[in-house]
T-cell receptor
Framework: RKEVEQDPGPFNVPEGATVAFNCTYSNSASQSFFWYRQDCRKEPKLLMSVYSSGNEDGRFTAQLNRASQYISLLIRDSKLSDSATYLC?????????????FGRGTSLIVHP | EPEVTQTPSHQVTQMGQEVILRCVPISNHLYFYWYRQILGQKVEFLVSFYNNEISEKSEIFDDQFSVERPDGSNFTLKIRSTKLEDSAMYFCASVGRNQPQHFGDGTRLSIL
């Protein structure tokens, strides 16, 4: 059974803190990786794609470690508005299409 | 920015009835997905659709479920003979070539 595992948290941090989340995946043939953000009772929204070389978008940095089969998300200078659940999504190729598997999400609470 | 739209936003149905959930994907997108999220649980892949046919489906997507793209724009999920455990948020997503998924804001399905 293919799994995507995340620490559910919650991570409770003060504004301005740096926080990091990890996500592990079991299928070594996984092809593409994403971090999504989901607010309570809302749809998932793409935060960033994750590449082997790592990528950065403002305060957010994502990295992929294929050897150890995990991806990470680093948030610097946390804002109150960063409070949400962060979903790790892993796609694996199946025939000509891609099957997504979601992690359960990591809850982040940023407090004043 | 183009959006994926879903209707209705909330559907309340008696157990045993059929429901049809509707989605209008982004117009130039090629792949379409349905997901469900039971309250407090992770997002689960149901089915993907490409070139007017199902490309992949999960074990959740049994004979109770069907999908159609009846008119080239709408993408529907039909659930026959609904059960209490079908109560969930149902998300539609569409994908363009070499692009990540865009989610609709979901339909909350409540089975009584």
């Amino acid at each position: 059974r293919k799994e995507v595992e995340q620490d559910p948290g919650p991570f409770n941090v003060p504004e301005g803190a740096t926080v990091a989340f990890n996500c592990t995946y079991s299928n070594s043939a996984s092809q593409s990786f994403f971090w999504y953000r989901q607010d309570c009772r809302k749809e998932p929204k793409l935060l960033m794609s994750v590449y082997s070389s790592g990528n950065e978008d403002g305060r957010f940095t994502a990295q992929l470690n294929r050897a150890s089969q995990y991806i990470s998300l680093l948030i610097r200078d946390s804002k109150l508005s960063d409070s949400a659940t962060y979903l790790c999504v892993v796609f694996e190729a199946s025939g000509g299409s891609y099957i997504p598997t979601f992690g359960r999400g990591t809850s982040l609470i940023v407090h004043p | 920015e183009p959006e994926v739209t879903q209707t209705p936003s909330h559907q309340v149905t008696q157990m045993g009835q059929e429901v049809i959930l509707r989605c209008v994907p982004i117009s130039n997108h090629l792949y379409f997905y349905w997901y469900r999220q039971i309250l407090g649980q992770k997002v689960e892949f149901l089915v993907s659709f490409y070139n007017n046919e199902i490309s992949e489906k999960s074990e959740i997507f049994d004979d109770q479920f069907s999908v159609e793209r009846p008119d080239g724009s709408n993408f529907t999920l039909k659930i026959r003979s609904t059960k209490l455990e079908d109560s969930a948020m149902y998300f539609c997503a569409s994908v363009g070539r070499n692009q990540p998924q865009h989610f609709g804001d979901g339909t909350r399905l409540s089975i009584l």
